[in-house]
């Protein structure tokens, strides 16, 4: 009886100091975004710039060939995380959301500033093509934070399987390596993973148990980034913005 007892203590997470592992797959959607450029001969703002992640659909042959391949394990948009349980309740996690970030072509926005001979009014407008510039994060938008996580039991959930649902605040930082081509200064990207910026983000979501020491959750969270030091070029021009965005996420994940 006592070890029957023992289980059923790990298995609702009962037990403290258990550590858990998740590996999962996510999808965004951005706000719009005021991009503001500056460089020794350029200095202006796109305003309400319209972005996309870049979420692979899913299907049988994208499934085995690259959501489940190790050797493209980078490509989707991906979650890491792992947590330690200080009780059944409270949770303490490092976790990474590789998201990706691109700036959609083919929109004309609002400008206001300077490049080269080319200045623009209060009423400026600028078409977004790769003739003028391309941008996007995209080997990622990776937003590192540090989390602080509340569960509640949730009984009798689907049959024999155990639930949680739970609700997290996260801080931490961004290292995104930005794909940026400023084709109308004849500049290439820089291309390096740089500490460009800050993320705060609350989140929910449901935790089902299953097989003692396995899960699957799936997340909801709000964020947002505050990029200040974008590098936009291989000379070191920089950008800022900042970004609002929902993701929905599921991860698989092991208990030990």
């Not at 298995?11 to 965004?28: I, M, V």
């Not at 020794?40 to 979420?55: K, P, S």
């Not at 020491?213 to 969270?221: L, V």
């Amino acid at each position: 009886m006592a070890s029957v007892q023992a289980a059923e203590v790990n298995f609702n997470l009962e037990s403290p100091h258990k550590w858990s592992f998740e590996w999962g797959w996510n999808n965004e959607s951005y706000s719009k975004s005021d991009i503001h450029f500056k460089g020794i001969d350029h200095q202006f703002t796109l305003f309400g710039v319209r972005a996309t992640d870049t979420q692979k659909t899913l299907t049988p042959q994208t499934l085995f060939n690259t959501y489940l391949n190790p050797g493209k394990i980078t490509i989707p948009q991906t979650n890491a995380r792992i947590a330690y349980q200080l009780n059944s309740e409270t949770a303490l996690a490092l976790n990474l959301d590789h998201m990706k970030y691109v700036v959609s072509d083919g929109q004309t926005v609002s400008a206001t500033g300077q490049y080269q001979q080319k200045n623009y009014q209060n009423s400026g407008q600028q078409y977004l093509s790769p003739a003028f510039m391309h941008y996007e994060h995209t080997d990622g938008l990776n937003v590192v934070t540090f989390e602080y996580e509340k569960k509640y039991p949730f009984e009798h959930f689907l049959g024999t399987f155990k639930g949680h649902v739970f609700a997290l605040a996260g801080f931490g930082i961004v290292i995104p390596k930005s794909n940026i081509t400023m084709t109308m200064l004849g500049q290439v990207r820089n291309d390096k993973f740089h500490q460009a910026g800050t993320n705060l983000d609350i989140a929910g979501g449901l935790e089902v148990d299953f097989m003692k020491d396995y899960f699957a959750r799936t997340t909801y969270k709000l964020g947002r980034v505050n990029l200040s030091d974008v590098v936009t070029s291989a000379r070191q021009d920089k950008a800022s913005q900042k970004i609002n965005y929902q993701e929905a996420s599921l991860t698989l994940g092991l208990r030990f």
